[in-house]
């Protein structure tokens, strides 16, 4: 039998291994077959990842909901210390039931006060555009006035720039724009058919995320049992632990930016509103939206928020440059803290390194994912590292390392 599982496991690595190679070719070397076909299959799914993201992301609420019912039931008379009978059942269906009721509740508050003043603000840009334009082009020319080597430079450039404008009109913008005029109609019905498809992901997507809610414990325990089934228990230990870390990493710094950048949305919308800013919901709009980015977020949002309000009045534009630092101090020091405490666990440095590496492979999503990402692999580097050196029993504490080199030299090749 030894030797039968022997041949077993050699096979299937030599499989596993051919397996790799065949898909490192295909990919770098190859059409990307498989790419395709994981897309194709993304795509499919995209249904049940939606109610599965939702699902992971309202499952504190439920909890929240089932040990306030639970608390308030053991406080009613006669019912203290007692097991209600069936009472898991109906329990996590009201918590459920109110948690998508409060979810429903804020979409509504959304689309029926934020998104109409929203609008309401775009068209205002819209139709202010002309002015600003006229502003703008204000100040380059007193720029130029008072800076006569810019001016010249200026002169320089400017046939050659406006030939280069004028071939791009001519040979790019025109012949798009025929095209795009006789594919219109093709475009309008995509653009309906796309916002269909996205209402009815929606719609299974919150089907999915109320089973998963339901039956968080049964899927968790059939998890952990594939898992133990499949690998050795030592390997399987360490695959969960692993497995709790991740979670325990992404679910506080997920949940705890959304938060976080949601109260400073409102907080924001409630201090451009006080203080009388132009286009306060576009305005909190961008910043509670960038937000969500660490560390760059809030800069990649007053910027432009700052620029907008300048074209309307540049006192009002410093004052809102006065709020928003003051805004994100509150966040940095107070709201942020309280929110995510030391939810990644590593430093400023890496936390920059991860956003520049997230956004260069995924863009504002990468930026957003990459601190939670390099978080993990941070954990399992130091897990692996740690365990090492306990082998070799040697001590895990970096600054014991700082001057090792030197303690193993004889004292006339340390000086």
């Not at 499919?44 to 990842?49: R, T």
């Not at 969960?240 to 979670?247: C, G, L, T």
């Not at 907080?267 to 961008?286: K, Q, R």
């Not at 601190?371 to 970096?398: G, I, S, W």
């Amino acid at each position: 039998m030894k030797g039968k599982s022997g041949y077993l496991k050699w096979g299937l690595t030599i499989f596993l291994t051919v397996c790799a190679i065949l898909v490192f070719y295909d990919t770098f070397y190859m059409s990307g077959a498989l790419q395709r076909l994981l897309s194709k299959l993304a795509s499919i799914l995209s249904p049940v990842l939606v109610g599965l993201v939702m699902a992971y992301l309202l499952a504190p609420i439920v909890n929240w909901f089932e040990k306030l019912i639970l608390s308030g039931l053991h406080r009613i008379k006669g019912l203290e210390g007692k097991t209600i009978p069936h009472a898991a059942g109906w329990l996590r269906a009201v918590s459920i039931l109110l948690t998508w009721a409060i979810v429903l509740l804020l979409l509504y508050l959304m689309f029926s006060v934020v998104i109409p003043q929203l609008i309401d603000s775009v068209v205002m840009l819209i139709n202010n555009a002309e002015t600003y334009y006229n502003k703008i082009y204000g100040w380059i020319t007193n720029l130029l006035d008072k800076n006569p080597k810019v001016e010249d430079w200026v002169n320089e450039n400017l046939e050659t720039y406006y030939q280069n404008l004028l071939d791009l009109l001519t040979n790019k913008v025109l012949p798009g724009a025929q095209q795009m005029l006789t594919t219109i109609t093709g475009g309008v019905i995509s653009g309906i058919w796309g916002l269909v498809s996205f209402a009815m992901d929606f719609l299974v997507g919150i089907i999915v995320s109320v089973y998963m809610l339901a039956m968080k414990e049964q899927s968790l325990a059939r998890c952990c049992k594939l898992l133990y089934g499949v690998c050795k228990e030592a390997h399987a230990r360490w695959i969960a632990r692993a497995v709790r870390r991740a979670d325990g990493i992404f679910s506080g710094f997920v949940r705890g930016k959304l938060l976080d950048s949601l109260i400073i949305g409102i907080l924001c919308l409630i201090g451009c509103t006080i203080l009388g800013m132009p286009y306060a919901p576009l305005v909190s709009l961008i910043v509670g939206v960038t937000n969500v980015i660490p560390f760059f977020g809030p800069f990649m949002g007053a910027v432009p928020s700052a620029f907008l309000i300048l074209l309307v009045s540049p006192k009002k534009c410093l004052i809102f440059v006065i709020f928003v630092i003051v805004l994100q101090q509150f966040d940095g020091n107070i709201l942020g803290p309280k929110i995510l405490g030391d939810a990644t666990g590593i430093s400023s440095f890496w936390v920059v390194v991860a956003i520049l590496v997230g956004g260069g492979f995924g863009g504002v999503l990468g930026m957003f994912l990459g601190v939670p990402v390099f978080a993990c692999l941070q954990v399992l580097v130091k897990y692996l590292v740690d365990r090492r050196l306990r082998r070799r029993n040697m001590p895990t504490e970096a600054y014991c390392y700082v001057n090792r080199d030197r303690e193993s030299q004889p004292p006339e090749q340390q000086s």
